[in-house]
């Protein structure tokens, strides 16, 4: 049996955040405009960039502009449409929490949707949660599985992670991880219970 199961957050353990035309209606710009802008200055932002240096390139990209009010709004929105755990995947992390096994997260997210979810009921079933803008970098770099099983104290064959992008996987895997291409709940179920 794998020592550790990590899962990464975004649609492995909760599903696609449904807060874009939220926010797009927050910058009062179209979602067809809004979301291209979204996606692309994401990378940074997951790998440390603070909430205004995002807000502030996303609205440049859009061509409007944003205040510390509206930053703080925009990041508020933000966190609460990445928060809708799938119910299939909750169950399944309460049944392995409960079964013993030790598991952990590795997410691309923003510190501050870090902060967001460590207050979150789900958190307690995971004993280490890494958030690339915590640590200032992110996967598929292999420098963040190297830490990963830094923080786990284990070799990384000692590790099944789950993630929803191919290329994340391939990275793990490249580290030593056991990996593999998020099945939904109910195949990883048959494969770790």
Same mark, same amino acid.
């Given at each position: ?77 933000? +966190?609460? !449409? ?5 119910? $299939?995947?909750? %169950?399944? &992390?309460? *049944?392995?929490?409960?079964? @013993?096994? /030790? ?51 284990? +070799?990384? !064959? ?5 993630? $929803?992008?191919? %290329?994340? &996987?391939? *990275?793990?895997?490249?580290? @030593?991880? /056991? ?15």
């Amino acid at each position: 049996m794998t020592g550790w199961v990590v899962f990464d957050y975004g649609e492995v353990l909760c599903r696609r955040t449904t807060a874009l035309p939220e926010l797009a209606g927050r910058l009062d710009v179209p979602p067809a405009t809004f979301e291209p802008a979204y996606w692309a200055h994401r990378d940074p932002y997951d790998r440390g960039a603070s909430d205004v240096a995002y807000w502030q390139a996303v609205a440049d990209t859009v061509d409007t502009a944003v205040d510390v009010q509206a930053v703080h709004e925009l990041t508020a929105i933000d +966190a609460r !449409g990445w928060s809708q755990l799938d119910p $299939d995947a909750e %169950r399944l &992390v309460e *049944a392995l929490a409960e079964s @013993g096994r /030790r598991l952990a997260v590795l997410s691309n997210a923003p510190a501050s949707f870090a902060r967001h979810a460590e207050q979150q009921p789900w958190t307690r079933n995971f004993e280490q949660l890494i958030f690339s803008g915590d640590v200032g970098m992110a996967k598929p770099d292999a420098e963040i599985y190297r830490l990963l099983v830094q923080r786990l104290g284990c +070799a990384p !064959g000692d590790c099944l992670f789950f993630d $929803d992008r191919r %290329r994340n &996987v391939d *990275a793990a895997r490249m580290a @030593g991880l /056991r990996a593999e291409v998020w099945p939904g709940a109910e195949i990883a179920k048959s494969m770790l219970l």
